[in-house]
């Protein structure tokens, strides 16, 4: 099987969800150091990402954030997110306090009102032109 390992961060995201949608802008308006890239859950990238980490993709109502070769979901994908953005937004670094099942009912409010709330696209996320070698779409590469 080839390996999604890479020397940088990844954001797996629900590539029809508005608000993920969203989210990757704000990620990438903030990634100073352009450490992280990104794949749609849809994709052949993060289809495959999810198998080798042990996911399923149709039980999956999250973004997956890849970080030093492990997978992580839900409230500790984002909290993991905000650190390595860096800046204040490490600030979010509190929420550990929290047990990690109120942390995810919390998520878990978000996520299923998610489409309701903020829409679906027909499509996933096109990137533009200038942001488009952060995207990872195709398989991985061993």
């Given at each position: 099987m080839q390996s999604t390992n890479?020397?940088?961060?990844?954001l797996?995201f629900?590539?029809?969800c508005?608000l993920c949608?969203?989210?990757?802008?704000?990620?990438?308006?903030?990634d100073?150091?352009?450490?992280?890239s990104?794949?749609?859950?849809q994709s052949?990238?993060?289809k495959?990402?999810?198998?080798?980490?042990?996911?399923e993709?149709?039980d999956?109502k999250t973004f997956v954030?890849?970080?030093?070769e492990?997978?992580?979901?839900?409230s500790?994908?984002?909290i993991?997110?905000?650190?390595?953005?860096?800046g204040?937004?490490?600030?979010?670094?509190?929420?550990?306090?929290?047990?990690?099942f109120?942390?995810?009912?919390?998520?878990h409010?978000?996520?299923?009102?998610r489409y309701?709330?903020?829409g679906?696209?027909?499509?996933?996320?096109?990137?533009?032109e200038?942001l488009?070698?952060?995207?990872?779409?195709?398989l991985?590469?061993?």
């Amino acid at each position: 099987m080839q390996s999604t390992n890479t020397s940088h961060q990844i954001l797996l995201f629900d590539g029809v969800c508005n608000l993920c949608n969203a989210v990757v802008q704000f990620v990438l308006r903030h990634d100073k150091h352009n450490q992280l890239s990104f794949a749609s859950l849809q994709s052949p990238f993060g289809k495959a990402a999810l198998q080798q980490h042990g996911l399923e993709s149709k039980d999956l109502k999250t973004f997956v954030y890849l970080r030093d070769e492990k997978a992580y979901t839900r409230s500790t994908a984002f909290i993991y997110l905000m650190r390595d953005l860096g800046g204040g937004f490490r600030l979010l670094e509190v929420c550990w306090i929290f047990p990690r099942f109120l942390r995810d009912a919390v998520y878990h409010a978000v996520s299923r009102t998610r489409y309701s709330i903020f829409g679906k696209s027909a499509e996933c996320y096109v990137p533009s032109e200038d942001l488009r070698h952060r995207f990872l779409d195709g398989l991985p590469s061993a």
